[in-house]
């Protein structure tokens, strides 16, 4: 069975990277079918994405992050990470990794991360 | 850019059927999928390819989506439908977009 389980520092200091990974678990990360993402959510809002990854490496991203965001694949960890740069207040979220085919069919259980001033 | 609108709040009654709408230029044009959110859990995808149930889902749940609509109904809702649903589109521009959910209370 699937399982995804994000990892990283709870606290960001203002301006820093946040860096998170998602360890995959029970499939392999290089599947030709599926796509790995990154979804946020900031407390008591909606749902956003970030952005995806898939196992050759391309990525799409939102457009309002890209210039900040960098998602990758570590096929020999059977993992992927999410690194976001210059972060502010505004980034202070729960951050979920998916699993996904168009659509998030598998879920972390989500980490939150606060951005410190 | 592609953005899709969701009522902020829907109430319903034990074991009525309630519609929760999701609104986006031509959605019809693209899958929709809807997904499930109780207090203090991950997402949970309840509706996938427009009308797709996923395995372990209840048939109680069916989606729609024509036009610039889709539609999420639950059928004879119970107390435990009641949580945040999150529609979400994928566009030709490989740009994946949630709506803004829409809270349901089960009155």
């Known amino acids: 069975q699937l399982q995804l389980q994000e990892s990283g520092p709870g606290l960001v200091k203002a301006s820093e990277t946040l860096s998170l990974n998602c360890n995959v678990s029970?499939?392999?990360?290089?599947?030709?079918?599926?796509?790995w993402g990154w979804i946020r959510q900031p407390p008591g809002k909606g749902l956003e994405w970030i952005g995806n990854v898939f196992y050759s490496g391309n990525t799409n991203y939102k457009s309002s992050l890209k210039s900040r965001v960098t998602i990758s694949v570590d096929t020999s960890k059977n993992q992927f990470s999410l690194k976001l740069k210059s972060v502010t207040a505004a980034d202070t979220a729960v951050y979920y990794c998916?699993?996904?085919?168009?659509?998030?069919?598998?879920w972390g259980q989500g980490t939150l991360v606060i951005v410190s001033s | 850019s592609f953005e899709l609108t969701q009522p902020p709040s829907v109430s319903v009654s034990p074991g009525q059927t309630v519609n929760i709408t999701c609104s986006g230029d031509?959605?019809?044009?693209?899958?929709a999928a809807w997904y499930q959110q109780r207090p203090g859990q991950s997402p949970l995808m309840v509706i996938y390819?427009?009308?797709k149930r996923p395995s372990g889902i209840p048939g109680r749940f069916s989606g729609s989506n024509s036009g610039n609509t889709a539609t999420l109904t639950i059928s004879g809702t119970q107390a435990l439908d009641e949580a945040d649903y999150y529609c979400?589109?994928?566009?030709?521009?490989?740009?994946?977009?949630f709506g803004g959910g829409t809270k349901l209370t089960v009155l």
């Open positions: 998916t699993r996904g085919s168009g659509d998030f069919h598998t």
């Open positions: 979400q589109a994928w566009d030709s521009s490989t740009v994946w977009v």
């Open positions: 390819q427009d009308n």
């Open positions: 029970g499939a392999s990360i290089d599947s030709s079918s599926y796509f």
């Open positions: 031509n959605l019809g044009d693209y899958y």
